[in-house]
């Protein structure tokens, strides 16, 4: 199967407005249903890696040294001069929630996720913007 980068950038949208149709007027909304917390998670954890894919088809396109982790595919993205300075620095909260939420899902505190789901979901969509502007 060939990578297809409008199916990512389809799917992070989809998530994204998935996520803004959850309850956001307050944490208590958002915790009263389990529901809730489950779904951002899995909407979360799915855009945030469809991004971190779309990031490292770009360095792989781009011939650039083959990160070691989620972050180093944004830190060679940033080096070559694809995402601007202090772009890597920025988005990696976003990359560290979705390592959280694989590896230590157990300790998912759902105030985190509200969070995100609230102040950090503008970050997934300026990291998708930017992503789709890189070009060999």
Not at 28 to 49: K, M, V
Not at 75 to 83: A, H
Request: with cysteine; net charge neutral.
């Amino acid at each position: 199967m060939s990578f297809d980068r409008t199916n990512k950038a389809q799917l992070v949208r989809n998530n994204l407005e998935k996520l803004g149709r959850l309850p956001q007027a307050s944490y208590e909304e958002f915790a009263a249903d389990f529901r809730n917390t489950e779904a951002a998670l899995h909407l979360l954890q799915t855009s945030i890696q469809a991004l971190i894919d779309l990031a490292s088809r770009a360095c792989a396109d781009l011939g650039l040294e083959t990160p070691r982790t989620s972050f180093e595919v944004l830190e060679r993205l940033e080096q070559d001069g694809r995402l601007p300075a202090g772009a890597a620095q920025r988005f990696a909260p976003i990359v560290g929630f979705r390592n959280r939420v694989v590896h230590l899902y157990d300790r998912i505190d759902p105030q985190i996720v509200f969070r995100v789901v609230t102040e950090r979901r503008v970050d997934l969509i300026d990291l998708l913007d930017l992503l789709l502007t890189i070009r060999r």
